[in-house]
């Protein structure tokens, strides 16, 4: 039952099941949770191993991600090791590989081409890309650069011996010589620590395509949330950093958690890193002022505005008169407004409204006997009804709620 219902949600038939799945990913992504089940039914978790665990993890996330997949800032030989080693330590791919498939999920995101593709369900972009192979290859992505890189040939040629040792050894080791704990080591420091950096990691390509605002573009699912954030150690304002990929921040407020940033940072104030890439401020804004406008249309779009001078008929100065004996209409700027269903709800009491009926009240309104505001004004052109014809002087035929009004300009 269960492998129909993953043969139906991957799309795989029956004949083709075993030559699809990636046999060594579901090894991995199972039995290390599952050793990490057993440690926690039979070994007690130490306040040091714990502590050791978090340290470590945090070690792990910052990984090769903005480094070798988006070149945004340049590293010192011994930062190039040293985050060589703590990626490793997650043991999900060499760097090679990794950086390869994530510029490919940058360059056709949300298409067949893309790697982990968030169209295709959460649980695929989550964790089922990584348990079966694709009916489709990953798209093109230039990587001559990997190529000819010394040190991601040289943790790709050692991978497995490389991610063996920062994976199991090193965390249990450091918590058996540290304190004696050395299954704690291997069951939280190892087991429990590396289980949370793969989920912490696919959350990237999974929560970070679906929850959140799409504050910079729309037009794709990367979205930015605090709580992607935290689930990801800083990977979770991700609208930005697909708009934004080569910026070696994944955001650009201060109070936005983003450890990786700060490390990188770090670094550079110790000259271990260099040429930090930021994208230009200007643009940035321009992306969110675009998305601000679109949302501000919408809000446009459902309010109800005043018809158009070319829509209203145009009305003598004797036929006003006449109409204003049967019914409040009262003169300002040119337009012609019928007052009759306001007059009991004007501020100012009736009667003042009432003596401008059939007359020109635009001095009055404008500032005479009372300078009225935006309210005012969007109101009342709400209430024309003509339009005078003849040299009276249109003081204000655009209200205040229609001078910053958004316009569409399609291609």
């Known amino acids: 039952m269960v492998r129909k219902c993953a043969r139906e949600a991957f799309g795989i038939k029956k004949a083709?099941?075993?030559?699809?799945v990636r046999w060594f990913n579901l090894a991995v992504l199972t039995i290390t949770p599952a050793i990490w089940a057993y440690g926690a039914c039979t070994t007690p978790v130490r306040l040091s191993t714990l502590y050791w665990s978090a340290a470590y993890y945090s070690i792990t996330m910052l990984g090769y991600h903005r480094l070798w997949s988006h070149r945004s800032y340049k590293a010192s030989k011994p930062l190039q090791y040293l985050l060589m080693l703590m990626g490793s330590s997650a043991v999900q791919g060499s760097a090679y590989w990794w950086a390869r498939g994530h510029r490919s999920h940058h360059r056709y995101t949300d298409t067949p081409l893309d790697p982990y593709n968030a169209k295709r369900g959460l649980f695929y972009s989550h964790i089922g890309w990584m348990l079966v192979k694709p009916d489709t290859k990953p798209g093109y992505a230039d990587i001559s650069d990997l190529q000819k890189d010394d040190v991601v040939q040289w943790q790709h040629r050692w991978y497995f011996i490389?991610?063996?040792?920062?994976?199991?050894?090193?965390?249990?080791?450091?918590?058996?010589?540290?304190?004696?704990?050395?299954?704690?080591?291997?069951?939280?420091?190892?087991?429990?620590?590396?289980?949370?950096?793969?989920?912490?990691?696919?959350?990237?390509?999974?929560?970070?395509?679906?929850?959140?605002?799409?504050?910079?573009?729309?037009?794709?699912?990367?979205?930015?949330?605090?709580?992607?954030?935290?689930?990801?150690?800083?990977?979770?304002?991700?609208?930005?950093?697909?708009?934004?990929?080569?910026?070696?921040?994944?955001?650009?407020?201060?109070?936005?958690?983003?450890?990786?940033?700060?490390?990188?940072?770090?670094?550079?104030?110790?000259g271990l890193a260099s040429n930090l890439r930021v994208f230009p401020d200007s643009e940035i804004k321009k992306s969110e002022l675009t998305m601000e406008l679109k949302a501000l249309k919408k809000v446009q779009d459902n309010i109800r505005w005043p018809a158009?001078?070319?829509?209203?008929?145009?009305?003598?100065?004797?036929?006003?008169?006449?109409?204003?004996?049967?019914?409040a209409l009262v003169l300002?700027?040119?337009?012609?407004?019928?007052?009759?269903?306001?007059?009991?709800?004007h501020p100012g009491g009736r009667y003042l409204l009432l003596k401008k009926v059939g007359k020109d009240a635009t001095a009055?309104?404008?500032?005479?006997?009372?300078?009225?505001?935006?309210?005012?004004?969007?109101?009342?052109?709400?209430?024309?009804?003509?339009?005078?014809?003849?040299?009276?002087?249109?003081?204000?035929?655009?209200?205040?709620g229609e001078r910053l009004r958004i316009i569409e300009v399609r291609e």
């Open 16 to 20: 083709q099941w075993r030559a699809r």
């Open 308 to 327: 158009k001078a070319e829509e209203l008929p145009v009305v003598s100065w004797e036929t006003f008169q006449e109409q204003a004996k049967k019914r």
């Open 162 to 270: 490389i991610s063996a040792v920062m994976g199991y050894v090193v965390p249990t080791v450091v918590a058996g010589l540290g304190w004696n704990d050395w299954w704690g080591g291997l069951y939280y420091a190892g087991m429990m620590r590396m289980t949370l950096a793969h989920h912490s990691t696919f959350c990237i390509n999974s929560i970070a395509h679906y929850l959140g605002e799409t504050s910079y573009d729309d037009r794709k699912t990367a979205r930015d949330h605090l709580l992607s954030a935290l689930l990801t150690m800083g990977e979770g304002y991700h609208n930005f950093h697909h708009q934004f990929p080569m910026d070696y921040r994944n955001a650009t407020k201060w109070y936005q958690y983003d450890p990786t940033k700060w490390f990188i940072a770090a670094c550079a104030v110790f």
């Open 332 to 345: 300002i700027s040119g337009f012609i407004h019928d007052v009759t269903d306001f007059v009991d709800q």
């Open 364 to 400: 009055a309104f404008c500032g005479g006997a009372y300078d009225h505001g935006n309210a005012a004004y969007n109101l009342l052109a709400m209430m024309r009804v003509g339009v005078l014809h003849g040299g009276v002087e249109h003081i204000k035929t655009i209200t205040p």
